[in-house]
């Protein structure tokens, strides 16, 4: 029996078991989940928390959880005016309680959306292609369920993250601008997978009105949609979009800080975090540290895109996935995170010390091709490291 044969065989006996060990499944997947049988999605609705432990509660979870998903959906997919006893209020209604006025404000939030999910992943065709399973209440909804039907026709920019306050984000120049029109929806009857996206989106959105939507979520929600839609368990890629909706809050609620700017400065807030990259690098290499201090290469040019977005911008979608596990994986999430970021500078230290300003921006925001493989190797060494250097007070 191969390696290989042997590594499937060990991960069929921790989920097979009837409750799972979580550490051990963890300890699994850190490694990389094979990308056979549905391992991916089965091991990421557990490590994020959507599925329980105990193997004998999983069809009551999956079954509570979609007949939710679909309740949301009945109440938020709904046109003004196609309520009883709502002949008082009309579009041009001024009450800001009235259904009309809050429709138009959600439009707001759901031009951005459709503005970023119709650009994800545009190297693939996947987010283009029709999905299997398509709502046939809202494909046949002669109103505006479906949600691009409420956008209007607008020119399309790149939706790349930029926030401002935090300085450069990425210098790139600008995408050449492009009607809606080319990405008209499928033939009556189908919708792509964007447009399942884009529900999930302004579904998110509109139970957490706190949060909203942030330009940045549809790179986070991607690759978890990608996932569960290829799912090759019909079961489970049938029942893809409400299992990601939730797997994607779960994670949204261990990440949201780095969304929002009032929580810059506190512990959990995306400045933290640029820190910690900074005392990383600081501690396994000062000597590239002190020279993009020196260029005044300051941690938002780069880490801020790389930490925010889970680095889902920087490796093709193949490379996100693996990267993921080990991330999802990390029982002092997002720590391996911190030893990532730090491994991608230490390992173009060569290309950086011989560099100047832009050279190196440039560098770091279109990340060079080095091997997944290599970069999470390195961070697990500096992780050892930095754990050990800990344990022992240094």
Same mark, same amino acid.
């Given at each position: 029996?191969?390696?290989?044969?042997?590594?499937?065989?060990?991960?069929?006996?921790?989920?097979?078991?009837?409750?799972?060990?979580?550490?051990?499944?963890?300890?699994?997947?850190?490694?990389?989940?094979?990308?056979?049988?549905?391992?991916?999605?089965?091991?990421?609705?557990?490590?994020?928390?959507?599925?329980?432990?105990?193997?004998?509660?999983?069809?009551?979870?999956?079954?509570?959880?979609?007949?939710?998903?679909?309740?949301?959906?009945?109440?938020? %997919?709904?046109?003004?005016? #196609? +309520?009883?006893?709502?002949?008082? !209020?009309? *579009? &041009?209604?001024?009450?800001?309680? /009235?259904?009309?006025?809050?429709?138009?404000?959600?439009?707001?939030?759901?031009?951005?959306?459709?503005?970023?999910?119709?650009? %994800?992943?545009?190297?693939? #065709? +996947?987010?283009?292609?029709?999905? !299997?399973? *398509? &709502?046939?209440?809202?494909?046949? /909804?002669?109103?505006?369920?479906?949600?691009?039907?409420?956008?209007?026709?607008?020119?399309?920019?790149?939706?790349?993250?930029?926030?401002?306050?935090?300085?450069?984000?990425?210098?790139?120049?600008?995408?050449?601008?492009?009607?809606?029109?080319?990405?008209?929806?499928?033939?009556?009857?189908?919708?792509?997978?964007?447009?399942?996206?884009?529900?999930?989106?302004?579904?998110?959105?509109?139970?957490?009105?706190?949060?909203?939507?942030?330009?940045?979520?549809?790179?986070?929600?991607?690759?978890?949609?990608?996932?569960?839609?290829?799912?090759?368990?019909?079961?489970?890629?049938?029942?893809?979009?409400?299992?990601?909706?939730?797997?994607?809050?779960?994670?949204?609620?261990?990440?949201?800080?780095?969304?929002?700017?009032?929580?810059?400065?506190?512990?959990?807030?995306?400045?933290?975090?640029?820190?910690?990259?900074?005392?990383?690098?600081?501690?396994?290499?000062?000597?590239?540290?002190?020279?993009?201090?020196?260029?005044?290469?300051?941690?938002?040019?780069?880490?801020?895109?790389?930490?925010?977005?889970?680095?889902?911008?920087?490796?093709?979608?193949?490379?996100?996935?693996?990267?993921?596990?080990?991330?999802?994986?990390?029982?002092?999430?997002?720590?391996?995170?911190?030893?990532?970021?730090?491994?991608?500078?230490?390992?173009?230290?060569?290309?950086?010390?011989?560099?100047?300003?832009?050279?190196?921006?440039?560098?770091?925001?279109?990340?060079?091709?080095?091997?997944?493989?290599?970069?999470?190797?390195?961070?697990?060494?500096?992780?050892?490291?930095?754990?050990?250097?800990?344990?022992?007070?240094?």
């Amino acid at each position: 029996m191969s390696s290989y044969d042997l590594r499937l065989k060990d991960l069929d006996q921790v989920l097979e078991s009837e409750v799972i060990d979580l550490s051990k499944l963890r300890e699994f997947c850190f490694n990389g989940i094979p990308d056979v049988k549905g391992y991916r999605s089965l091991c990421w609705r557990l490590l994020l928390n959507y599925l329980p432990c105990d193997r004998n509660k999983w069809d009551e979870q999956l079954d509570h959880h979609r007949k939710l998903y679909q309740q949301w959906l009945d109440e938020i %997919l709904v046109t003004p005016g #196609s +309520f009883d006893n709502e002949e008082c !209020d009309h *579009p &041009l209604n001024e009450d800001p309680n /009235s259904k009309w006025n809050t429709f138009f404000k959600d439009n707001q939030a759901l031009t951005q959306i459709d503005k970023d999910v119709r650009r %994800l992943h545009p190297e693939l #065709s +996947f987010f283009q292609q029709a999905t !299997d399973y *398509p &709502l046939s209440n809202v494909v046949y /909804s002669c109103g505006t369920k479906r949600l691009n039907r409420r956008v209007g026709m607008h020119f399309l920019n790149s939706a790349n993250v930029v926030r401002k306050g935090l300085g450069i984000v990425k210098i790139s120049p600008k995408a050449e601008q492009t009607s809606t029109s080319e990405f008209k929806p499928l033939e009556e009857g189908s919708e792509a997978h964007w447009e399942v996206v884009e529900r999930i989106l302004f579904v998110y959105c509109k139970l957490n009105p706190g949060q909203g939507y942030v330009q940045g979520m549809n790179e986070i929600i991607g690759p978890i949609y990608y996932c569960f839609a290829t799912d090759p368990i019909i079961k489970m890629k049938e029942h893809a979009e409400a299992d990601c909706f939730f797997v994607f809050t779960n994670l949204m609620s261990e990440i949201r800080d780095f969304f929002i700017k009032t929580l810059d400065e506190t512990d959990s807030g995306i400045v933290n975090m640029m820190r910690k990259v900074t005392d990383r690098l600081k501690e396994n290499d000062p000597v590239v540290l002190n020279y993009l201090v020196k260029n005044e290469i300051y941690p938002q040019y780069y880490s801020f895109r790389w930490l925010t977005l889970l680095l889902s911008q920087e490796f093709s979608l193949p490379e996100v996935l693996r990267i993921w596990d080990s991330l999802f994986s990390d029982s002092q999430r997002f720590s391996f995170l911190i030893d990532i970021c730090c491994a991608m500078i230490v390992l173009v230290r060569e290309q950086i010390l011989a560099a100047d300003f832009s050279t190196i921006v440039k560098l770091l925001q279109n990340y060079p091709n080095v091997e997944t493989r290599v970069i999470l190797n390195k961070a697990a060494e500096l992780s050892v490291k930095n754990r050990d250097e800990e344990s022992s007070g240094i």
